[in-house]
């Protein structure tokens, strides 16, 4: 484990390339947000395979991975002793998080975790007081019980942020006083950072920027910046990095997108990359400095489908 916050960026910056897993209740609702009121019972994969997870990340090359522990539904991939709301009460009874960490040490990459700061489930959760409790509590069961984590992902943070509990940002409220919006204060996010790093100083905290300012920091502090998806057009604007050295606190860069549209696994079918996209979003991410973190969708049984699974290996970088 690092304690010097410089040093574990630009060991974090050498592994260049990693797997971003989203898998939860909502492989099996079919959405990309859940509404909390899926019930446990029914989040069952058949045949779940963290092994074959780790072996395709191998086989692409990868050297790292972000799995979904909690999304914006608030159901955990592990025995939270914070909530009912978790594996502990799913008929597999399998502690995901868990097996995820011990399976892709055992291959040779480093581990991390998705933790979304917006809880569907959470009976109290516009207590912020009761609610950063209940967070503080369970990234210390993540970071005290699996072992060193590479890095913390944190998403959803528009929901207590922005006027509209919309994810889309409007500079304009940075300078209108009434408008409502804040920098974290809601999440208590400086308090939680620290806790991240006094429990693991190597620990890079990231906390991503959404898809409308790319690149960008949320707010102080964090440890790496995120960039969502490639090359697209937002509210008439193309959504454009700023350059690999201009960003004003001197951190590294993130980019993250999709095989799958939806981030989670669906059923649909759907266009998706293939070997050149791969490639492509791979030199672009280095083209920045960055690291690239690709997203695949576990199915319902618990499965990287085969499909996804011939094109990063062949995309193998």
């Not at 993540?142 to 060193?148: F, N, Q, V």
């Amino acid at each position: 484990m690092f304690t010097d916050i410089q040093k574990a960026r630009m060991e974090w910056s050498k592994l260049r390339y990693g797997m971003f897993i989203h898998f939860g209740p909502n492989t099996f609702e079919g959405t990309g947000w859940g509404s909390g009121a899926f019930p446990a019972g029914m989040f069952a994969p058949a045949n779940l395979d963290v092994s074959q997870w780790a072996q395709t990340a191998v086989e692409a090359g990868m050297k790292y991975a972000v799995l979904t522990a909690k999304h914006h539904d608030g159901f955990c991939l592990w025995p939270s002793e914070h909530t009912d709301y978790s594996v502990r009460h799913s008929p597999a009874g399998i502690d995901i998080v868990g097996a995820f960490a011990e399976e892709f040490r055992k291959a040779g990459l480093q581990v991390g975790l998705y933790y979304s700061l917006w809880d569907r489930n959470y009976p109290d959760y516009e207590d912020d007081e009761k609610y950063a409790r209940y967070m503080k509590l369970q990234i210390t069961e993540l970071l005290t019980e699996y072992g060193d984590l590479v890095e913390l992902w944190f998403d959803g943070g528009w929901d207590k942020e922005h006027p509209t509990r919309e994810w889309p940002y409007q500079p304009e409220w940075e300078t209108m006083p009434d408008s409502g919006f804040n920098r974290g204060e809601r999440w208590r996010w400086e308090s939680l950072y620290h806790l991240i790093h006094e429990l693991q100083p190597g620990c890079l905290v990231i906390n991503n920027s959404s898809s409308d300012r790319p690149g960008q920091v949320r707010y102080m502090p964090v440890d790496v910046r995120t960039a969502e998806h490639f090359h697209y057009i937002w509210q008439e604007q193309e959504c454009m990095l700023p350059p690999a050295s201009g960003d004003e606190h001197g951190l590294p860069l993130e980019f993250c997108t999709s095989l799958n549209p939806d981030w989670f696994w669906t059923g649909r079918s759907y266009p998706h990359p293939g070997v050149a996209a791969i490639r492509e979003w791979y030199g672009e991410a280095r083209r920045h400095g960055g690291n690239l973190l690709l997203n695949v969708g576990p199915n319902r049984d618990g499965l990287i489908p085969e499909y996804h699974r011939a094109m990063l290996k062949q995309a193998k970088i």
